[in-house]
């Protein structure tokens, strides 16, 4: 019985060693969610508890703000000004981020569906002087004052 408690108990220790590396390099990735990455965190932190070492709601809050990617920088700020760090649940924590990255993301909605109002097409395929492919005839266009030596032959792929 004191040989197999003894094995276990190494097992679980090499399992904490693995875990605790893996809590501490943990960071958010680009492009995560903030559910996706509280669920991976917790996760971690959840077979550290089941290992038998608990880190606690305030450690696993600090290193949440530590991790955030850049694009949060200044929420994170506002939380550790506007907040006791040591009182704050993580789920408080996790709302109000989802909050905050619902609102970057509608911004950014908005922003793409003004460019493409508002006729900005510079991030498609490079519509400016040199690649000016045929625009300029059709409606609305005052053709006394094109440019076509700026326009590109569909055939050779000339200017002009």
Same mark, same amino acid.
């Given at each position: 019985m004191k040989q197999k408690y003894q094995g276990t108990t190494r097992v679980k220790h090499g399992n904490l060693q693995a875990l605790r590396k893996e809590f501490e390099i943990l960071h958010m990735k680009t492009g995560e969610t903030v559910?996706?990455?509280f669920a991976r965190t917790l996760t971690i932190a959840n077979k550290m508890k089941a290992n038998g070492e608990d880190k606690g709601s305030t450690a696993?809050?600090?290193?949440?703000?530590?991790?955030?990617?850049?694009?949060?920088?200044?929420?994170?700020?506002?939380?550790?000004e506007s907040k006791d760090i040591d009182t704050l649940s993580i789920d408080e924590l996790q709302s109000s981020l989802i909050v905050h990255e619902q609102r970057m993301s509608s911004h950014v909605e908005e922003e793409q569906a003004l460019k493409i109002t508002h006729g900005d097409f510079s991030g498609? $395929? @490079?519509? &400016?002087? =040199?690649?000016? $492919? @045929?625009? &300029?005839? =059709?409606?609305? $266009?005052?053709?006394?004052s094109f440019d076509k030596a700026i326009v590109e032959c569909y055939n050779c792929h000339k200017l002009g």
């Open positions: 559910n996706e990455y696993v809050v600090e290193k949440i703000l530590r991790s955030m990617t850049p694009k949060f920088d200044y929420v994170v700020c506002s939380i550790e498609g $395929r @490079g519509l &400016g002087r =040199g690649n000016y $492919r @045929g625009r &300029g005839k =059709g409606r609305g $266009r005052n053709n006394r």
